[in-house]
């Protein structure tokens, strides 16, 4: 909403030394928040003057026609004499009262005026159009007034209010009111506790008659509807330069008289009229749902395909608005219009915001009504628009009129006279929540510490008792609540919160750069990953309205987002690059019913929440990694170490150390890893082996797909699952009596995954063992084709004696033989 | 059997003479002192004082002399021995210094040798940012609490009071998942963290202090300001006997923490489906401290000159919100705030542009470290 200063002053006796500026300030504080003050007019100077052209001679020759003006500005110019002026405009004729600029002035935009010789002639000065003024946009001519508006050779920029202060208010949903004067009036003169004249009081005289019929077919769409004519109206008649100054201020095109007398009072009083030619109403005008099928082509030169959702204002032959949207084409106030009918209605807001939304049409109307207008202003609207016709236009205000009504009760809140103050934590003086809701209108009946609140009928914001704790505090000042500090009950982080801090932590401490990727991903992305047509990662939950239609769908896995973040890195520049992602991935579950809504007048049942729950997807929290290049870099100290498969397990292992499991490791074939170079990942959790995940090198097809260098690796892992492996860890007692240190070395079937040797040998080893650990792997001639050998050292220990060699050496053959019979190893020769 | 021999004379056994002792003592000192270094010295140790000794062949000798006289003998040689041992020491001592000296110059190193071998990591700035931002509210009580990123659209909307024709329903740009054959599913993904209010207060036990920090969605093209993807930090106390006080006292104590000492806040009425009453919060700005504020000689790029900066909004939990999530209005009030993790970050360290925080280039994490 867009107010001018000098407009808002007709309504508010505002004290003259209180600015713009202070206002905006004021009123954003109180919940209208100013955006802008815009100042028009304080980048023009003068000498602006009235004139009156004495003269003109057309000049030919040129490519277009030209005129030599001489006019007459009194004693403006210092000489008496007539200015000559060159102008390029013909809409004006010898006679005419327009604005002139003289030598020195500077008009909006840094335009200097000066004399200077053009078309053959000196021209001194120039015969000003509306948009050089910046008054509105006209690109038809020059401004010519009205005889009387001015005196030849006066100042022209005060009489013309060229100067303007106007506060642009971004109106928040709830507070329809302030979308226009009138209601914005009224918070200031609440806020600065001065006088109101409101423009909607006055007195309609009672209808004479009834008017043009008019009917309204449901309450529920309507419950209010005013016709009222105006004959003999001038469609040529000038809109005032004053109203069309005050459009343009408010941020609306000056149209044609009719059409800006609607808007003009929609500005006034926020009521969205409006006006048709009644020539072309076919019978009743009635305010009716549209029907299946029903087509109407509006202002726009737009065909809608109308809902049955939607009301229409339709006469006898069909629909001809989209009421409280858009106006239809066909009964358009046009030039030879000379009866006017003027239509002001209430409708449903609910229905008029659904049918904004459906047919992508946001007009200054629906604006209105969607937020909630004054119910009962429809008749004082209408009046003050045809009294306008009539005065501006020359029209006769039609003394029988239109009004249907159907009355509903008011709201009425009961609330404590304490509530703002317990709300606001202030202790206001008593009394104060009855002044301030008085002056916003309400009636307030007190009875004892109970207030009986009825809200006025602009205000249908105003439902609840905060509601109406919000309009006291916000009028005693938002800024004086105290601040008051205090304790909660918190018991800290979860284990949870605490395990992906520890996570994060880790992870960056061996190289790895945290990365937040959006979850959208596309088939493409899919595909990339080498994920077979019935991989149940490509069961996606699918966005209706994705930003990119490249990629509707919503990740099930976070390697597509690390990846492209890789290969961005890489083609910065950084080949040598780990990073890491921790995240949602987002599974669609096996329910197919639509997410319920349930009331809200209660808490769900559990029934209900169930369902809701059963709709949602699955969400765990993965951790991701990709790695690529040198992991180690190359330096003095010797050649770079790159990134393998190995280094991706690694920080699978890294994670469940921090977790404090067991990671289980077995060779897999997943995509999108590289067949022979992937592991799968398991935990036990309460007794069951659980996969949570894979680690790897990555499959060429990937790496190509995603533009990714030679040997990549990733790794990814369900974090949640990881969790629920969790144990509480008990101490270990620490024995002080020596390690007894033992080395094997075992020669295998290349085929045999170290991690069974290595397990056999901790099952074998028994109780004594403390470790095993893998040394050496040793491939070649002297352990022969297909064979490899594996050396590991184990150690031994008891809690309670120094071990003997002959102990320890037990156990060790212990272990062999079981490592033997499970993977036929044979100790090395 | 044979008795010792008493009438044994240690002056006899040539070795026990007292000048021999002597002798022996005065060549092992005189060698030790000769030991140039650590080398020679255990030269020096194996011929003076090693099991082969003159002076320890010589106290094997004493064990044979008579009682009356091993004492004397005894006391002799192990003087002997006692100097030889300590001259010993004292020259290992002089000859490790030496060596030391020489070894460790000679093993001096390039101290400004790079070992940038095993480059570290970084964790992401609106992570830790977000962490530090929760941690001050969970120093003043507060739980982390946590919900789906696809969420319900009646936790979303419906119980946080949007209407299903509320036009603040469509004031957010919402990304709706698509159902079954294209139809509604009911689902969103959140555009705020809010929906985690009801979740808290349909499953935490009454009172109710906790602060959610977490991603959120929005239709937003990415570009210097805007992310379809972005962070809020949510706050939520529900108890009884709770006030705007309290609010601003939470809301001051984190800008404090954040921003500076004694910096003003001021809440500005707004709405919010929500809450009610409503509030923009905003801080005074912590470069100028307004005093940038018409003076166009001195601009403030942080503030644009405005003075206050906009951190959040806020307000008092609307009871329609408590009775969706079975909580009493009658009994229990409370208030909610939302601030931007992105918007944090971008004050608190001078982060210009959206898209630094979204790309995921190692130089901008790496700058951040581990913790913020």
């Known amino acids: 909403m867009r107010v001018p200063m000098t407009w808002l002053r007709e309504y508010v006796e505002l004290p003259a030394d209180v600015t713009a500026r202070d206002l905006a300030s004021r009123l954003t504080l109180a919940g209208l928040e100013v955006e802008t003050v815009d100042e028009l007019g304080t980048d023009l100077t003068g000498p602006i003057v009235f004139g009156r052209v004495q003269e003109i001679e057309e000049l030919t020759g040129f490519k277009k026609p030209i005129r030599y003006c001489r006019v007459d500005v009194g004693s403006a110019n210092g000489s008496g004499e007539p200015q000559e002026i060159v102008c390029g405009a013909r809409n004006f004729s010898e006679g005419d009262l327009v604005v002139v600029s003289l030598p020195g002035a500077e008009l909006p935009g840094g335009f200097k005026i000066g004399a200077r010789k053009t078309y053959g002639r000196m021209s001194a000065g120039m015969i000003c159009s509306a948009t050089e003024l910046g008054l509105w946009e006209d690109h038809t001519g020059i401004v010519v007034l009205p005889e009387g508006f001015g005196a030849v050779g006066d100042d022209a920029i005060g009489a013309l209010g060229l100067r303007e202060d106007v506060l642009d208010i971004a109106v928040t949903p709830d507070r329809g009111y302030a979308l226009s004067m009138r209601g914005v009036a009224r918070d200031v003169a609440a806020l600065y506790g001065v006088a109101l004249h409101d423009p909607a009081e006055v007195r309609v005289a009672e209808a004479t008659g009834e008017g043009h019929p008019g009917a309204i077919a449901d309450p529920a769409l309507a419950d209010r509807l005013v016709l009222r004519g105006a004959t003999g109206f001038d469609p040529e008649a000038p809109t005032p330069l004053w109203m069309k100054r005050r459009l343009h201020q408010g941020g609306v095109r000056p149209v044609s008289l009719a059409v800006d007398v609607t808007n003009y009072v929609m500005l006034e009083l926020g009521q969205p009229l409006h006006a048709w030619d009644r020539d072309r109403i076919t019978g009743t005008v009635t305010v009716r749902a549209a029907e299946a099928g029903e087509k109407l082509e509006t202002l726009d030169h737009v065909q809608r395909s109308l809902d049955t959702d939607d009301i229409v204002i339709a006469d006898e032959a069909g629909a001809q608005a989209v009421a409280g949207v858009m106006g239809g084409l066909e009964t358009e106030i046009g030039a030879s219009s000379g009866t006017v009918l003027v239509e002001a209605a209430h409708f449903d807001p609910r229905h008029i915001a659904r049918a904004s939304r459906r047919h992508q049409l946001s007009s200054e109307a629906s604006r209105r009504f969607e937020r909630g207008i004054d119910s009962r202003v429809q008749l004082v609207a209408a009046t003050r628009a045809v009294e306008l016709l009539a005065e501006l236009g020359g029209a006769t205000v039609e003394t029988a009129y239109t009004h249907v009504h159907h009355p509903s009760e008011p709201t009425t809140i009961t609330v404590r006279a304490g509530h703002a103050g317990a709300v606001a934590g202030v202790d206001y003086p008593e009394g104060t929540t009855q002044t301030w809701l008085r002056a916003i209108g309400c009636a307030v009946e007190a009875d004892g510490d109970v207030l009986t609140v009825t809200p006025p009928s602009w205000r249908p914001d105003l439902t609840d008792p905060n509601d109406l704790a919000e309009e006291v505090i916000r009028f005693e000042g938002y800024e004086n609540i105290p601040s008051i500090v205090f304790k909660g009950f918190g018991r800290g982080l979860t284990s949870s919160q605490r395990l992906r801090r520890a996570v994060g932590r880790t992870l960056a401490a061996t190289g790895h750069h945290e990365v937040l990727s959006y979850p959208f991903v596309g088939e493409r992305d899919l595909d990339g990953l080498q994920l077979a047509a019935d991989d149940p990662r490509r069961a996606s939950v699918r966005l209706a309205n994705p930003l990119n239609d490249e990629e509707p769908l919503l990740r099930t896995t976070l390697l597509p987002g690390l990846l492209r973040t890789l290969a961005r890195n890489v083609g910065r520049g950084f080949p040598d690059v780990a990073l890491f992602e921790m995240g949602l991935v987002y599974l669609p579950g096996t329910g197919t019913e639509r997410a319920p809504l349930p009331p809200v007048d209660r808490a769900p049942t559990t029934e209900e929440l169930a369902r809701i729950e059963a709709a949602l997807p699955d969400q765990p929290r993965r951790v991701g990694v990709v790695l690529s290049g040198a992991i180690e870099r190359a330096g003095w100290w010797g050649p770079e170490r790159r990134a393998t498969w190995a280094d991706a397990v690694q920080a699978a292992r890294d994670i469940a150390r921090v977790a404090g499991v067991e990671l289980e490791i077995e060779a897999a074939v997943h995509a999108p890893w590289h067949p022979g170079r992937c592991a799968a990942l398991y935990v036990r959790a309460q007794g069951e082996r659980v996969l949570v995940g894979h680690a790897g090198e990555l499959h060429p097809r990937t790496l190509k797909a995603f533009s990714l260098p030679e040997r990549a690796a990733a790794m990814e892992v369900d974090l949640d699952l990881m969790e629920g492996a969790r144990s509480k860890v008990v101490a270990p007692e620490v024995s002080t009596y020596p390690v007894a240190t033992q080395d094997v070395a075992l020669v295998v079937d290349a085929s045999v995954p170290v991690g069974d040797i290595s397990a056999a040998l901790a099952e074998g080893a028994g109780e004594l063992l403390e470790s095993v650990r893998l040394f050496d792997v040793y491939t070649g001639e002297q352990v022969g084709e297909g064979r490899k050998s594996v050396a590991f050292a184990l150690r031994f220990r008891a809690d309670d004696r120094t071990l003997t060699a002959e102990e320890a050496g037990a156990a060790r053959d212990a272990a062999v033989a079981l490592a033997g019979e499970r993977t036929g190893a044979a100790l090395r020769g | ?372």
């Open chain 2, 1 to 372: 059997m044979s008795a010792p021999n008493n009438s044994f004379d240690p002056v006899e056994v040539t070795s026990l003479h007292p000048d021999e002792v002597a002798r022996m003592r005065e060549e092992a000192l005189a060698a030790i002192e000769a030991a140039a270094d650590l080398a020679e010295l255990k030269e020096v140790r194996l011929a003076h004082a090693g099991d082969r000794s003159p002076l320890a062949l010589a106290n094997r000798e004493i064990g044979a002399l008579p009682p009356a006289a091993k004492a004397d003998a005894g006391k002799r040689v192990g003087g002997a021995r006692r100097d030889v041992g300590q001259a010993l020491k004292a020259r290992q001592g002089v000859l490790e210094v030496e060596r030391d000296e020489r070894v460790l110059v000679e093993e001096r190193v390039d101290v400004t040798l790079p070992w940038d071998r095993t480059p570290t990591g970084a964790r992401h700035p609106l992570i830790t940012i977000a962490e530090r931002m929760a941690d001050v509210f969970v120093g003043m009580g507060f739980e982390i609490a946590e919900g789906p990123e696809v969420e319900a659209e009646w936790f979303n909307f419906d119980a946080l009071n949007f209407l299903p024709d509320h036009p603040a329903r469509t004031m957010q740009d919402t990304f709706f998942v698509e159902g079954p054959e294209g139809g509604e599913s009911g689902l969103v993904m959140r555009t705020h963290t809010s929906p985690v209010q009801v979740r808290s207060l349909l499953t935490r036990e009454l009172p109710v202090y906790v602060v959610v920090p977490g991603k959120t969605f929005r239709t937003d093209e990415l570009d210097a300001t805007h992310s379809p993807v972005f962070h809020q930090l949510e706050g939520l106390v529900v108890d009884k006997g709770i006030t705007m006080a309290h609010l601003r006292g939470a809301i001051d104590t984190f800008v404090e923490s954040f921003f500076g000492e004694a910096l003003r806040t001021r809440f500005r009425a707004s709405y919010f489906p929500f809450t009610e009453p409503s509030a923009e919060v905003d801080m005074e700005c912590f470069v100028c401290r307004g005093a940038s504020v018409g003076d166009p000689e001195a601009p403030c790029r942080t503030c644009s000159s405005e003075g206050w900066i906009e951190i959040g909004g806020c307000g008092v939990v609307n009871p329609r919100v408590l009775t969706a999530a079975g909580v009493d209005p009658e009994v229990y009030s409370g208030w909610a705030f939302g601030l931007g993790v992105e918007r944090t970050l971008m004050f608190a360290h001078g982060v210009r542009d959206m898209r630094d925080m979204v790309e995921g280039d190692v130089r901008f994490t790496s700058a951040f470290g581990s913790e913020i």
